[in-house]
């Protein structure tokens, strides 16, 4: 199956710095990729829709100057949490799904911990 | 608005069959998924229902009835690697995947 990349895979900030994670597709080109929220036992939240040469679609409640969404090539999407916060700790993951296929394709996940 | 349920934990023993249900309301129906998640670890895909029916897939299976907004994934002998989160998710008429908040699976030797 297709690979999509996410890093890095855990870090530690703290309050009011920033904090950047990558989204790479290792072996496909992705128009559109999916970043998500996870907090501990519950649901993946839908943060924003990282578009590829223009801007991201953002979810009602997700501040767009907090979350900067980047996708500046076919395989790289970046999410830098500015002005990190204790309460903007979670999981965070990306997704893509190669064109053609149904499934989506996740990153590793990245755990941040804002202290 | 749009809804996806399913319970939040249950525990099965090693060696049996355990059925996870999800219904689902949603605006538009484009597919339903099923994903397996270990704890600090993204998803990864299991199933994909996007018709009425049976998709069998090694020791799982996925059901879905599109008229009564059911699905449910069906677990055979169960092994100990298979304590994790399952995930139901739909894509809508707008093709986004909405998520259930996963029912955790334990199982116990």
């Known amino acids: 199956g297709a690979v999509v990349s996410q890093h890095p895979s855990w870090v530690i900030c703290k309050s009011g710095t920033s904090v950047k994670i990558e989204c790479r597709s290792l072996?496909?080109?992705?128009?559109?990729m999916f970043w998500y929220r996870q907090f501990p036992k519950q649901s993946l939240m839908l943060m924003a829709t990282?578009?590829?040469?223009?801007?991201?679609?953002?979810e009602q409640g997700v501040e767009k100057d907090k979350f900067l969404i980047n996708h500046a090539s076919l395989t790289l999407s970046t999410l830098t949490v500015t002005s990190a916060h204790p309460e903007d700790s979670s999981f965070y993951i990306c997704?893509?799904?190669?064109?053609?296929?149904?499934?989506?394709?996740f990153g590793q996940g990245t755990r941040l911990t804002v202290v | 608005g749009q809804n996806i349920d399913q319970p939040t934990e249950m525990t099965a023993t090693e060696g049996a069959i355990v059925q996870i249900n999800c219904t689902y309301q949603t605006s538009g129906f484009n597919g339903l998924f099923w994903y397996q998640q270990h704890a600090g670890e993204a998803p990864t895909f299991l199933s994909y229902?996007?018709l009425d029916g049976l998709e069998e897939k090694g020791r799982f299976s996925s059901f879905l009835s599109r008229s009564k907004g059911y699905s449910y994934l069906l677990l055979k002998e169960l092994q100990m690697k298979d304590s994790a989160s399952y995930l139901c998710a739909v894509k809508d008429s707008n093709y986004q995947l909405i998520w259930g908040a996963g029912t955790k699976l334990i199982i116990k030797p």
């Open positions: 990282s578009n590829e040469g223009s801007k991201a679609t953002y």
């Open positions: 997704s893509a799904t190669p064109g053609g296929e149904t499934e989506a394709f």
């Open positions: 229902n996007v």
């Open positions: 072996d496909f080109q992705a128009t559109t």
